[in-house]
């Protein structure tokens, strides 16, 4: 059965930093591809950043050289390090699942639960 946890969010000032981790459960070893999408209230959901079976790696514009996605496949943990964050970062980040890579395209079957990341200016 696979199962995706999604956790680390919380509440910083802009500039400041945070780590979400995604535990993936039920998948073979690197069997699947993972990614990072955030809603924020009045916007449609965003694919933030995404890593496949062999670590290629995608980000959205808006956090290109800001946002490091990685994976430790021994612990099934990927992490997303978000730096030099801003106040339009803020949203409920979610962590997606799938045999299938679907990079930043939301139609990832399995997702979490969500955490919330709030930026204050």
């Known amino acids: 059965r696979i199962s995706v946890a999604d956790s680390g969010g919380g509440s910083v000032q802009a500039g400041g930093s945070l780590r979400l981790s995604c535990r993936v459960s039920?998948?073979?070893?690197?069997?699947?591809?993972v990614a990072w999408f955030r809603q924020s209230p009045g916007k449609q959901r965003e694919g933030v950043a995404s890593?496949?079976?062999?670590?290629?790696?995608y980000y959205a514009d808006s956090v290109k050289g800001r946002f490091t996605i990685s994976r430790d496949d021994v612990d099934h943990i990927v992490y997303l390090q978000m730096n030099s964050l801003k106040p339009e970062d803020t949203g409920v980040y979610y962590c997606a699942a799938d045999v299938f890579e679907y990079r930043l395209d939301p139609k990832y079957e399995f997702w979490g639960q969500g955490t919330q990341v709030t930026v204050s200016s």
């Open positions: 039920g998948y073979p070893y690197r069997a699947y591809g």
């Open positions: 890593v496949d079976s062999d670590e290629d790696k």
